[in-house]
């Protein structure tokens, strides 16, 4: 025979389904009340064990009782909205059986309120229907459950085919299209930003070398840069010649004459201007 699983209270375990399968399976062996109020502590562990290790001696001999006490003990407190929650949001789904949509439904009619009428029933199980269903169901006649289903079941097998759930469905040309072209746009994005990067290190960035010196440049690899440059106008400073700039000046201030003329060079040439400073 089937054995019940433990019960340990843990976040994946619900204690009413544990309780209704515990039931169940004792019902089968034809074992009453007390027997099962007997047997529960085989198949409790963790903190329903010391739970029920807790409970006085009289109040271990019912299994009405014990039943109660535990699904209020380790019941979640909201689990009546939790369950209406469900029971809202329960429809059915793309590829879903009709005869697993409906007991699944009905399951969750019990959970909110056990003794729910047939009409709401048939009311919760039509609310999670797509139109197309209840355009159907909207000149028939269905008094019962039972009539509801058999009606379903029929309205299934003409219905159309059952689409899997996802944007992309089952069609593996379409996918593989669709991986081509994220591929290709991905190879192409990459080979822009290699693009760009290439270009902007070409970019470089030429700055004056040394004080001074306008005349010479040089870029961020350190090479010196090719860079026109304009003619200076101006005097020297140092020696008064016209023509270069200080940084530039090889003139041997020794060598002028008293007229400012260099005595090596042709004044012409030098572009004499005006008398040197001392």
């Given at each position: ?33 007390v ?11 963790g ?67 056990g ?33 509801l289903?058999t ?8 219905g ?14 379409m ?9 290709t ?16 290190e070409?970019?470089?960035y ?19 840069g ?10 020297c ?18 060598g ?5 003329t ?7 040439s030098l572009?004499l ?5 001392r």
């Amino acid at each position: 025979m089937r054995q019940p699983i433990s019960f340990s209270g843990t976040c994946n375990q619900d204690v009413v389904d544990w309780v209704a399968e515990f039931n169940l399976i004792f019902n089968a062996s034809g074992l009453g009340d007390v027997d099962k109020a007997k047997y529960l502590p085989l198949y409790l562990e963790g903190t329903p064990m010391l739970w029920y290790k807790s409970l006085a001696a009289d109040d271990r001999k019912s299994m009405a009782d014990l039943q109660k006490a535990l699904i209020e003990k380790f019941a979640p407190r909201n689990s009546a909205d939790v369950s209406l929650r469900n029971l809202w949001q329960r429809m059915l789904l793309p590829g879903e059986r009709m005869l697993d949509y409906v007991y699944s439904k009905l399951s969750l009619c019990r959970t909110v309120q056990g003794d729910m009428g047939i009409d709401q029933q048939i009311a919760w199980v039509k609310r999670g229907l797509p139109k197309c269903y209840l355009e159907r169901l909207r000149n028939v006649a269905c008094p019962t459950i039972e009539e509801l289903v058999t009606e379903l079941l029929e309205l299934e097998s003409f219905g159309p085919e059952p689409q899997p759930i996802g944007a992309i469905g089952a069609d593996r040309e379409m996918l593989r299209d669709l991986m081509r072209e994220v591929l290709t746009e991905h190879d192409s994005r990459g080979k822009e930003s290699s693009d760009h990067s290439v270009h902007s290190e070409n970019q470089e960035y030429r700055r004056p070398i040394g004080k001074g010196n306008a005349n010479s440049y040089r870029s961020d690899t350190g090479m010196p840069g090719n860079r026109t440059r304009q003619k200076f106008r101006g005097n020297c400073w140092r020696c008064g010649l016209l023509g270069h700039t200080r940084a530039d000046c090889h003139v041997n201030l020794r060598g002028l004459k008293d007229d400012g003329t260099c005595m090596r060079s042709d004044p012409s040439s030098l572009g004499l201007s005006r008398n040197p400073r001392r």
